[in-house]
């Protein structure tokens, strides 16, 4: 069930009635007062609208009291939670995304929260503003929680070696790609969770004063882009990674790597620490 803002409804039913009066009586008029009809009945739509639609996935719950605690939870701890629902929330700000995703996981019964990590771009192309989804979670409890073997199963298995070219290494196919656009817009959900990705190395990049903070000692600042160069981030490298890359870049070779977002540069580029190369 849609909850509606009663006092924005009641304010434009007491507008609509007063554009029924008879002031207009010229057809260019009357025109007018159809399309200033029309516009308000649209406001009137999306006004009441909730900012969330949510969509049950799993066992339904009784809600939560309005002040109940919800937690915001990252992909490494999904483990301990089962989903029950998915918000699409749509705001203008990462706040009210979050705030909104609250009230719907109270209302669904949930405890926690978890931002995924795609957006409908249909959607926000007609809405002018981000419709993000979320993941509705609810504890679970000790009788049914993973196993220490369910739990070592989920850890990437080790194989022979590893290096830069990623013919050998651990098994990342479980991790998640992060979408470009949420990585510039909501770092501070997605800061220290540890995603995959594929990029060409550009060039090595010389490290700004306002990023020396996120350098480890010994490390390489390297841009990367997409194959259409649309997206480029930058990419904290170790020192023992430096000549494997520079070939790579020569070459024109993909890099298949594994990251965790630590910053945003100049509003455009986002910021990366290297964990690892992906294996093939």
Not at 10 to 16: A, D, H, Q, V
Not at 139 to 148: G, L, N
Request: aromatic fraction near 10%; glycine fraction near 6%; charge should be positive.
């Amino acid at each position: 069930m849609i909850p509606y803002n009663s006092g924005n409804c009641i304010c434009l039913f007491i507008s609509f009635r007063f554009l029924q009066r008879p002031l207009f009586h010229t057809v260019k008029e009357n025109t007018m007062k159809r399309s200033i009809y029309l516009f308000l009945m649209l406001v009137l739509m999306f006004s009441c609208k909730s900012p969330y639609e949510l969509v049950r996935t799993g066992p339904i719950y009784p809600p939560q009291p309005q002040d109940a605690e919800v937690k915001i939870v990252g992909w490494g701890e999904k483990a301990h939670y089962e989903q029950i629902a998915i918000a699409d929330v749509g705001e203008y700000t990462l706040d009210r995304r979050i705030q909104e995703a609250m009230k719907a996981a109270r209302e669904a019964g949930g405890t926690a929260i978890m931002p995924k990590l795609t957006t409908d771009s249909e959607l926000n192309a007609k809405s002018g503003f981000l419709v993000q989804s979320f993941l509705i979670l609810k504890e679970k409890s000790e009788d049914i929680a993973e196993t220490p073997e369910q739990k070592v199963a989920t850890v990437p298995v080790e194989k022979k070696g590893g290096d830069i070219e990623g013919k050998t290494g651990p098994d990342y196919s479980n991790l998640p790609r992060a979408k470009y656009r949420l990585l510039l817009s909501d770092l501070a959900l997605l800061k220290g969770t540890t995603f995959r990705g594929s990029m060409y190395p550009v060039r090595y990049y010389r490290v700004p004063r306002t990023l020396k903070t996120y350098r480890k000692t010994n490390s390489h600042l390297l841009l990367l882009s997409s194959r259409s160069g649309s997206s480029r981030v930058l990419l904290f490298l170790p020192k023992d990674k430096y000549t494997a890359v520079r070939a790579m870049i020569k070459s024109k070779k993909r890099l298949d790597f594994v990251y965790k977002p630590v910053a945003v540069y100049k509003s455009k580029f986002p910021v990366l620490e290297y964990v690892d190369t992906i294996a093939h």
